[in-house]
């Protein structure tokens, strides 16, 4: 019964969404507004701000117009130049640099004490504005972080509603009435861990991309390859989501579908840009996953699931 219950079991959506990396606003075809439009898709396919001036990627900015592969009208009826991704990804990884998954986590983004409505509208404005040019799918939106006793939430029950409205990770921007005005406390909640730093506003983007990004020059492999990850403690089917969203939501995933289970045994097959080297890389951030003894060579990567 709990393998039919594995295999139908409708869970909440948790998947990456892609980002329209290659898709830049121009005022025109020249030389110039090209090169700064690639300059902009190079800080989102890579989510690192200095490539727009990386010497490594100087060429790849110099010969733009090389790697347009179209031209549309944008949602504003503005113009749009669309670069080719495969061309430019393989031009970044020839220069040693490393690419972002374009499909990424969807953000949501809270800001506590809730600003009033005028300070709400431009914040948001410079949240999606600098969200945009690094590349991070986000989300402003008004979610309790404390309880009705005015206590702080853990970091599961934040997710956990960031999950029900949507998101995959959650931003927590606080302002301390002793702090200089426009500074805040930022914590990134995910399914591996919290992290946490202050700055303004667009601190906070920048140091969520920061975290979720590849560093760049990282020597894991770019490709995609099918992995096997046998997960140990999975005695329930709350357990099962848990560990599948965690799974999927490890940067450069893309698809984790259960092959079998047996006892608290669960096996993934997973779609891994990197492999098992890259997967077993990110995960090593998880405070819930935690590596089991080493296998054989072919077997799956084991872990122990700690809810």
């Given at each position: 019964?709990?393998?039919?219950?594995?295999?139908?079991?409708?869970?909440?959506?948790?998947?990456?969404?892609?980002?329209?990396?290659?898709?830049?606003?121009?005022?025109?075809?020249?030389?110039?507004?090209?090169?700064?439009?690639?300059?902009?898709?190079?800080?989102?396919?890579?989510?690192?701000?200095?490539?727009?001036?990386?010497?490594?990627?100087?060429?790849?900015?110099?010969?733009?117009?090389?790697?347009?592969?179209?031209?549309?009208?944008?949602?504003?009826?503005?113009?749009?130049?669309?670069?080719?991704?495969?061309?430019?990804?393989?031009?970044?990884?020839?220069?040693?640099?490393?690419?972002?998954?374009?499909?990424?986590?969807?953000?949501?983004?809270?800001?506590?004490?809730?600003?009033?409505?005028?300070?709400?509208?431009?914040?948001?404005?410079?949240?999606?504005?600098?969200?945009?040019?690094?590349?991070?799918?986000?989300?402003?939106?008004?979610?309790?972080?404390?309880?009705?006793?005015?206590?702080?939430?853990?970091?599961?029950?934040l997710l956990n509603t960031a999950q029900r409205y949507g998101g995959d990770?959650?931003?927590?921007?606080?302002?301390?009435?002793?702090?200089?005005?426009?500074?805040?406390?930022?914590?990134?909640?995910?399914?591996?861990?919290?992290?946490?730093?202050?700055?303004?506003?667009?601190?906070?983007?920048?140091?969520?991309?920061?975290?979720?990004?590849?560093?760049?020059?990282?020597?894991?492999?770019?490709?995609?390859?099918?992995?096997?990850?046998?997960?140990?403690?999975?005695?329930?089917?709350?357990?099962?989501?848990?560990?599948?969203?965690?799974?999927?939501?490890?940067?450069?995933?893309?698809?984790?579908?259960?092959?079998?289970?047996?006892?608290?045994?669960?096996?993934?097959?997973?779609?891994?840009?990197?492999?098992?080297?890259?997967?077993?890389?990110?995960?090593?951030?998880?405070?819930?996953l935690v590596k089991g003894a080493g296998s054989a060579s072919g077997a799956?990567?084991?872990?122990?699931?700690?809810?």
């Amino acid at each position: 019964m709990a393998l039919i219950a594995f295999g139908v079991l409708p869970l909440t959506a948790w998947s990456a969404r892609a980002v329209r990396v290659y898709e830049v606003d121009v005022s025109g075809q020249s030389t110039t507004a090209l090169q700064e439009a690639m300059r902009q898709a190079l800080v989102r396919a890579t989510g690192r701000r200095e490539s727009a001036n990386d010497p490594a990627l100087a060429s790849l900015i110099e010969d733009a117009p090389k790697y347009v592969k179209s031209y549309s009208p944008g949602a504003r009826g503005q113009t749009q130049v669309i670069f080719d991704r495969e061309a430019v990804e393989r031009a970044i990884a020839a220069a040693g640099r490393s690419v972002w998954d374009p499909a990424r986590p969807f953000t949501l983004v809270v800001l506590y004490p809730p600003p009033s409505r005028a300070d709400s509208d431009t914040a948001r404005a410079a949240l999606e504005q600098e969200a945009a040019a690094r590349g991070l799918l986000i989300s402003v939106i008004p979610l309790a972080v404390v309880d009705a006793n005015g206590t702080e939430l853990g970091r599961d029950a934040l997710l956990n509603t960031a999950q029900r409205y949507g998101g995959d990770d959650l931003l927590v921007g606080r302002s301390d009435a002793g702090a200089p005005a426009g500074q805040y406390q930022w914590t990134l909640y995910t399914n591996f861990s919290s992290q946490s730093w202050s700055g303004p506003l667009t601190a906070g983007i920048d140091g969520t991309v920061d975290q979720l990004a590849p560093a760049q020059g990282a020597s894991l492999a770019q490709t995609e390859a099918k992995v096997l990850v046998e997960v140990d403690g999975v005695s329930s089917l709350t357990d099962y989501a848990n560990v599948q969203r965690m799974l999927e939501s490890a940067p450069g995933v893309r698809g984790a579908n259960i092959v079998r289970a047996a006892g608290n045994a669960v096996t993934f097959d997973i779609t891994a840009r990197g492999g098992s080297d890259a997967l077993d890389h990110a995960l090593s951030a998880s405070s819930r996953l935690v590596k089991g003894a080493g296998s054989a060579s072919g077997a799956p990567l084991v872990y122990q699931y700690h809810p």
